[in-house]
């Protein structure tokens, strides 16, 4: 199983981004799939991640400004991000839980310029 991230890029503050994650390969059954995020110094977080039922969880930090979904057709993930913060710089990787097993995705940069 492999994931692909991409939708990463150059915003101003106050811009959006809409990063999208589509797994390929022997899928089966995910049962949650989420995005985290890793900025300069930091450590990795949890961004968001939603269930198979549609349920999501956010960070506080990005709650009322991003919107995670998915698309179980298509094996895909998305994160809308709006009203970008310069502190919402980072990496973007996805991730998936299927069974036992989770994947990550490769990552994709997000830079938002004051």
């Known amino acids: 199983v492999q994931l692909q991230a991409s939708g990463g890029g150059l915003v101003q503050a106050g811009g959006s981004l809409r990063l999208s994650c589509a797994a390929s390969?022997?899928?089966?059954?995910?049962?949650?799939m989420g995005w985290y995020r890793q900025g300069p110094g930091k450590q990795r977080e949890l961004v968001a991640n939603?269930?198979?039922?549609?349920?999501?969880n956010y960070v506080d930090s990005v709650k009322g400004r991003f919107i995670i979904s998915r698309d179980n057709a298509k094996n895909t993930v998305y994160l809308q991000m709006n009203n970008l913060k310069p502190e919402d710089t980072a990496v973007y990787y996805c991730?998936?839980?299927?069974?036992?097993?989770?994947?990550w995705g490769q990552g994709t940069l997000v830079t938002v310029s004051s």
């Open positions: 390969g022997s899928v089966f059954s995910i049962n949650v």
């Open positions: 991730k998936f839980w299927s069974g036992p097993r989770d994947y």
């Open positions: 939603i269930n198979s039922g549609g349920a999501a």
